[in-house]
Nanobody, 129 residues
């Protein structure tokens, strides 16, 4: 299983930014995937979840209405998970990770770290005011 993340960088408040997570080595359509972030000195928090088998998505209150998830398929074993962030704010500054669970989850609450077993390397997002 591989989750290779790209994107990120430094932007100004109010701008948009996209993150990509290339997933391979597992049946993407049978798993829940999620985006997490970790700000300096804070615990890793789940910001969005996509349960591929049901198509259900969940966004934490802090990002609801500003972040969106989509997927691009290469074939049934290779997919790219996208996180589109709009209207970013300084509080969105963090290292962002994509993660895949070992099955599917209902995605009706913030994703929890312990639910996800495969992780990307992380990418830094910095938002300046």
């Amino acid at each position: 299983v591989q989750l290779v993340e790209s994107g990120g960088g430094s932007v100004q408040a109010g701008e948009s930014l996209g993150l990509s997570c290339a997933a391979s080595g597992f049946m993407f359509d049978e798993h829940a995937v999620a985006w997490f972030r970790q700000a300096p000195g804070k615990e890793r928090e789940g910001v969005a979840c996509f349960d591929a088998p049901t198509g259900v998505t969940y966004f934490a209150d802090a990002v609801k209405g500003r972040f969106a998830i989509s997927t691009i398929s290469s074939d049934h074993t290779k997919k790219t998970l996208l996180l589109q962030m709009t209207g970013v704010q300084p509080e969105d500054t963090a290292v962002y990770y994509c993660a895949a669970a070992n099955g599917h989850y209902a995605c009706r609450e913030p994703p929890k770290v312990y639910q996800y077993v495969y992780w990307s390397q992380g990418t830094q997002v910095t938002v300046s005011s």
